[in-house]
T-cell receptor
Framework: GNSVTQMEGPVTLSEEAFLTINCTYT??????LFWYVQYPGEGLQLLLK?????DKGSNKGFEATYRKETTSFHLEKGSVQVSDSAVYFC???????????FGAGTTVTVRA | NAGVTQTPKFRVLKTGQSMTLLCAQD?????MYWYRQDPGMGLRLIHY???????AKGEVPDGYNVSRLKKQNFLLGLESAAPSQTSVYFC??????????FGNGTRLTVT
């Protein structure tokens, strides 16, 4: 069936370290892919998205590239800050559907 | 801009009690959703609505009911709360195409 699997956490990093969170999907057709971020005590916010193969989404120094050949949408940031501490969710939207399916979330803690 | 507002923010229920969670959005979005968030399971869709007067079941609808009498409001009801319904509940809305806009959540504990 259709699903998304993301790297388990928690992940703890030092400031200025490189962050990667893996996300792979299983879906028929060409879904749209998203990364959402949840800061402590808040709801989820859209971080970035990609709607077709080879698209690169980027925002706030984060990037993710839609890789059809590996069915992946890994999130990366070259130099994290303490303010990036949050839970990150990978999500996908099937073609011709409006609902989102979410991964389990990855908790990231950045230490000064 | 208020966006998506959920009330209450916190609630504690005893098993068997009932309650209603209210979600209100001021963005004139057609679609509204209720999700629950549990550790290690991400967000799971409970019910959703594609317009005023319509509702549909999501992945985990059992034990919940919803109503969308007005376009801006989406209510989630628990008729007889169970400990398994202890969770954080998120409401979201969207225009015809994503992205979803989320509220800040309601933390519900059922004892």
């Amino acid at each position: 069936g259709n699903s998304v699997t993301q790297m388990e956490g928690p992940v703890t990093l030092s400031e200025e370290a490189f962050l990667t969170i893996n996300c792979t999907y299983t879906a028929t057709g060409y879904p749209s892919l998203f990364w959402y971020v949840q800061y402590p005590g808040e709801g989820l916010q859209l971080l970035l998205k990609a709607t077709k193969a080879d698209d690169k989404g980027s925002n706030k120094g984060f990037e993710a590239t839609y890789r059809k050949e590996t069915t992946s949408f890994h999130l990366e940031k070259g130099s994290v800050q303490v303010s990036d501490s949050a839970v990150y969710f990978c999500a996908f939207q099937r073609p011709n559907d409006y609902k989102l399916s979410f991964g389990a979330g990855t908790t990231v803690t950045v230490r000064a | 801009n208020a966006g998506v507002t959920q009330t209450p923010k916190f609630r504690v229920l005893k098993t068997g009690q009932s309650m209603t969670l209210l979600c209100a959005q001021d963005m004139n979005h057609e679609y509204m959703y209720w999700y629950r968030q549990d550790p290690g399971m991400g967000l799971r869709l409970i019910h959703y609505s594609v317009g005023e007067g319509t509702t549909a079941k999501g992945e985990v609808p059992d034990g919940y009911n919803v109503s969308r009498l007005k376009k801006q409001n989406f209510l989630l009801g628990l008729e007889s709360a169970a400990p398994s319904q202890t969770s954080v509940y998120f409401c979201a809305s969207s225009p015809l195409v994503a992205p979803l806009h989320f509220g800040n959540g309601t933390r519900l504990t059922v004892t």
